[in-house]
């Protein structure tokens, strides 16, 4: 919003042309997003309180230590939407499709999740929606957002598949690509909501998602940054760097009251409409592959779970002592800020070979 009533007034006063440069209103949007938590997050954790009345929200696959944080509210993911989306429309292009087509994603992932939250907070349970009816809330989102990505970009990188560590390599996908770019944001979504079970462990692994991809985000909309590293040069979506620099301010001042022991759990509408948006904003930017790298960690705890029910199905037999993996090392006796923080290493770690593949080519 600023952009487009500010930026034209830089010919009568030079101050107003910061606001037509990505990188001073990707940082416009950090500070925004991080400005709201601080100031929202106390009022929305005392209602959240207010709405549980009691109700226990601790699930009964985990580890029973878990039952120390009986009390402690979900749907903290809502502080998230509200600072993310909040600080999106202030700093973008609201003219650039894609930061709608993104924006579709996370409110409506993220709505889901409010939906499956709410009533695990007000209905004295801590099962919330049936896993089907999300799933086809997801799908239906997800199918309007892949169209809605193929008919505003141009061909072939509409319906195509980037390879990393190739350059000039588009796989063409034709009509397979909807389901793809589905499964793309559906996978992602559910990925992040599996990792979301110790106080601090999703966000961080998020926040480093969300910077490495706004990095990307960047250069791929720059034709000179694109040529030079022989990727695919799409046009506007480096206005999907100020949408992670929105995700890392909210996610640093969820963290503050997520941090152990947090005073608040991110629940579905924060894992959801997270997941969503970095499936989304990879597929924008033709690099869905990459994002199984940079968020192996969120694929790491889904194999996990897919291993996990795979055995005890076929041989009756676990492999793990309890999945999701962060789980089984909860069972192992590592103390949870260990897990959480040797997690996020291995997130750092994965970041880092995933962006080399911009390069390596």
Same mark, same amino acid.
């Given at each position: 919003?600023?952009?487009? #009533?500010? =930026?034209?007034?830089?010919?009568?006063?030079?101050?107003?042309?910061?606001?037509?440069?990505?990188?001073?209103?990707? !940082?416009?949007?950090?500070?925004?997003?991080?400005? &709201?938590?601080?100031?929202?997050?106390?009022?929305?954790? %005392?209602?959240?309180?207010?709405?549980?009345? !009691?109700?226990?929200?601790?699930?009964?696959?985990?580890?029973?230590?878990?039952?120390?944080?009986? /009390?402690?509210?979900?749907?903290?993911?809502?502080?998230? *939407?509200?600072?993310?989306?909040?600080?999106?429309?202030?700093?973008?292009?609201?003219?650039?499709?894609?930061?709608?087509?993104?924006?579709?994603?996370?409110?409506?992932?993220?709505?889901?999740?409010?939906?499956? %939250?709410? *009533? @695990?907070?007000?209905?004295?349970?801590? @099962? /919330? $929606?049936?896993?089907?009816? @999300?799933? *086809?809330?997801?799908?239906?989102?997800?199918?309007?957002?892949?169209?809605?990505?193929?008919?505003?970009?141009?061909?072939?990188? =509409?319906?195509?598949?980037?390879?990393?560590?190739?350059?000039?390599?588009?796989?063409?996908?034709?009509?397979?690509?909807?389901?793809?770019?589905?499964?793309?944001?559906?996978?992602? =979504?559910?990925?992040?909501?599996?990792?979301?079970?110790?106080?601090?462990?999703?966000?961080?692994?998020?926040? &480093?998602?969300?910077?490495?991809?706004?990095?990307?985000?960047?250069?791929?909309?720059?034709?000179?940054?694109?040529?030079? +590293?022989?990727?695919?040069?799409?046009?506007?979506?480096?206005?999907?760097?100020?949408?992670?620099?929105?995700?890392?301010?909210?996610?640093? /001042?969820?963290?503050?009251?997520?941090?152990?022991?947090?005073?608040?759990?991110?629940?579905?509408?924060?894992?959801?409409?997270? /997941?969503?948006?970095?499936?989304?904003?990879?597929?924008?930017?033709?690099?869905?592959?990459?994002?199984?790298?940079?968020?192996?960690?969120?694929?790491?705890?889904?194999?996990?779970?897919?291993?996990?029910? +795979?055995?005890? @199905? #076929?041989?009756?037999?676990?492999?793990?002592?309890?999945?999701?993996?962060?789980?089984?090392?909860?069972?192992?006796?590592?103390?949870?800020?260990? &897990?959480?923080?040797?997690?996020?290493?291995?997130?750092?770690?994965?970041?880092?070979? !995933?962006? =080399?593949?911009?390069? $390596?080519?």
């Amino acid at each position: 919003m600023l952009h487009s #009533l500010l =930026s034209p007034l830089a010919e009568d006063m030079q101050f107003f042309n910061l606001f037509r440069y990505l990188t001073f209103r990707t !940082g416009g949007a950090v500070m925004t997003a991080l400005l &709201i938590s601080f100031l929202l997050g106390p009022r929305v954790i %005392d209602w959240l309180k207010s709405k549980q009345g !009691g109700a226990s929200n601790i699930r009964e696959d985990v580890p029973d230590t878990h039952l120390k944080k009986a /009390g402690t509210p979900t749907m903290g993911g809502f502080l998230i *939407l509200v600072a993310l989306v909040g600080s999106t429309l202030l700093w973008s292009d609201l003219s650039n499709p894609y930061v709608w087509i993104v924006m579709m994603v996370t409110l409506g992932f993220g709505g889901i999740g409010f939906a499956d %939250d709410y *009533l @695990k907070l007000t209905k004295r349970n801590s @099962k /919330g $929606l049936p896993g089907r009816l @999300k799933l *086809l809330g997801q799908t239906v989102i997800g199918i309007s957002a892949a169209y809605w990505f193929v008919a505003v970009t141009p061909e072939p990188l =509409s319906t195509s598949l980037s390879l990393p560590f190739f350059k000039d390599v588009l796989v063409q996908l034709s009509w397979f690509f909807i389901p793809f770019a589905l499964f793309v944001m559906v996978g992602a =979504s559910n990925a992040v909501n599996l990792t979301d079970g110790l106080d601090g462990l999703a966000i961080v692994p998020v926040m &480093i998602a969300a910077a490495c991809f706004g990095f990307i985000a960047y250069l791929v909309g720059n034709s000179v940054y694109a040529g030079y +590293l022989q990727i695919n040069y799409i046009a506007g979506t480096g206005e999907l760097s100020v949408i992670c620099g929105a995700i890392l301010g909210a996610g640093l /001042g969820f963290l503050w009251y997520n941090a152990p022991p947090a005073m608040v759990f991110m629940g579905d509408t924060g894992s959801l409409s997270l /997941g969503g948006t970095l499936g989304a904003m990879s597929v924008i930017t033709k690099h869905e592959i990459v994002l199984a790298i940079i968020g192996g960690l969120f694929v790491l705890e889904t194999v996990s779970v897919i291993v996990q029910v +795979l055995s005890f @199905k #076929l041989t009756g037999k676990r492999v793990f002592a309890m999945a999701p993996l962060h789980h089984h090392f909860e069972k192992k006796g590592w103390a949870e800020p260990t &897990i959480v923080i040797r997690f996020w290493i291995i997130a750092a770690i994965l970041a880092l070979i !995933g962006l =080399s593949t911009l390069k $390596l080519r």
